[in-house]
């Protein structure tokens, strides 16, 4: 499977050229440990953050996305506290209910189609704030690029922050595919996050070209205070942080997430023109970053996965008796040899 590229997932996909070239500079000679002592990788990364953000942040790296999430929105609640988010997201569903293991809490999951979520969906749960005998919601966790591949405009990250802040709350935005986010709605980080009123973002970059490790980014430094004790409790401070710092330096560099996530987007868009051409395949959801949700038909799902995997979504999705929903995600490295391919194999399966 190795030789030929999936739809699986665009985790799948390997190194951006300009991130080993950055990870074998890095490897050169000595260098301090744990980020500490003036380490020029850590200073030189942080800069980039700052330009891309603002000056009042504070940047902590960590190993995955599991571990930012969990960190960061941990440092802003207490076990008494709860996590509203959609049913969907990453928070909810594929953190192997990491929420409740670390930090004794509760996720409250909204239902939604599309994987947005609203402050008119969230104010259900705030009649227990104040009621000793319930969890007490603490922080609204949004996903941009949500986890059905949709999009947030700023307008609705920012009616969000304002709310949870009218609410005593705060806003977490889990950022795995923050860039494709970005180029998709065609703004810059700082309009789309810090001009929104998002507190916390975990900035994720190994969908998008990096080998491994995340970022936590508080947009107001103040509510990092002593986050770098959570960070090595929470078994995620990196000694060799050289590794992850070169990488991020160079991704927030000459645009490369910006040209890395404009080309799966553009894969996605391109594979979502050629589905729309086959009368037996159904698109589920709007294509806005670089997912593309099918409604496929059952019979031929084995057959096409053969040649090029990809992940069923929903197993038994409402009035598609003879469907399945899947998911098609293009990656930085997806060609257009590789979406001709894969349409000339789901052809093959129909007929």
């Keep these: 499977m190795g030789s030929v590229k999936s739809f699986a997932s665009d985790n799948w996909s390997g190194v ?26 850590m200073i030189a990364a942080e800069k980039k953050f700052k330009e891309h953000f603002g000056p009042h942040i504070a940047l902590f790296f960590v190993y995955n996305g599991t571990a930012a999430n969990v960190l960061g929105v941990s440092h802003l609640m207490n076990s008494y506290h709860a996590i509203v988010a959609a ?4 928070l909810n569903e594929d953190e192997c209910a990491a929420p409740e293991k670390f930090i004794g809490t509760k996720v409250l999951e909204i239902d939604t189609a ?37 999009v947030y405009t700023p307008d609705e990250i920012k009616t969000l922050a304002d709310y949870a802040h009218s ?36 900035f994720g970059g190994t969908k998008n070209g990096l080998m491994f490790g995340e970022a936590v980014v508080f947009l107001n430094k103040d509510l990092a205070i002593d986050f770098e004790y959570r960070r090595k409790q929470g078994m995620q401070l990196h000694s060799k942080m050289r590794f992850i710092a070169s990488q991020f330096e160079t991704y927030l560099t000459n645009d490369l997430w910006k040209n890395n996530a404009t080309h799966s987007n553009n894969m996605a868009k391109l594979l979502e023109s050629e589905i729309k051409t086959i009368s037996k395949l159904e698109l589920s959801q709007e294509v806005k970053a670089n997912g593309v949700f099918v409604y496929m038909p059952k019979e031929i799902i084995e057959k096409v996965q053969e040649k090029y995997f990809f992940h069923i979504w929903n197993e038994s999705p409402k009035g598609k008796d003879n469907y399945k929903e899947v998911r098609l995600m293009c990656s930085w490295d997806t060609s257009v040899e590789d979406i001709n391919g894969f349409i000339d194999a789901v052809k093959i399966a129909i007929t």
Excluded: C, W
Excluded at 136 to 145: D, E, F
Excluded at 169 to 179: E, P
């Design 16 to 41: 951006s050229p300009e991130v080993m070239q950055a990870l074998q500079k890095a490897n050169a000679g000595h260098n301090q440990a744990y980020g500490e002592l003036e380490d020029p990788f």
């Design 87 to 90: 049913h969907t997201a990453h």
């Design 114 to 150: 599309n994987g947005k979520i609203t402050p008119d969906q969230v104010e259900p749960f705030l009649m227990s704030i104040g009621f000793q005998h319930h969890p007490q919601p603490r922080v609204i966790s949004i996903s941009q690029v949500t986890e059905m591949g949709t």
């Design 167 to 202: 609410k005593n709350m705060f806003l977490h935005l889990d950022g795995a595919r923050i860039a494709n986010a970005a180029v998709s709605l065609e703004v810059d980080f700082k309009t789309m996050i810090t001009d929104t009123g998002v507190d916390v973002i975990s």
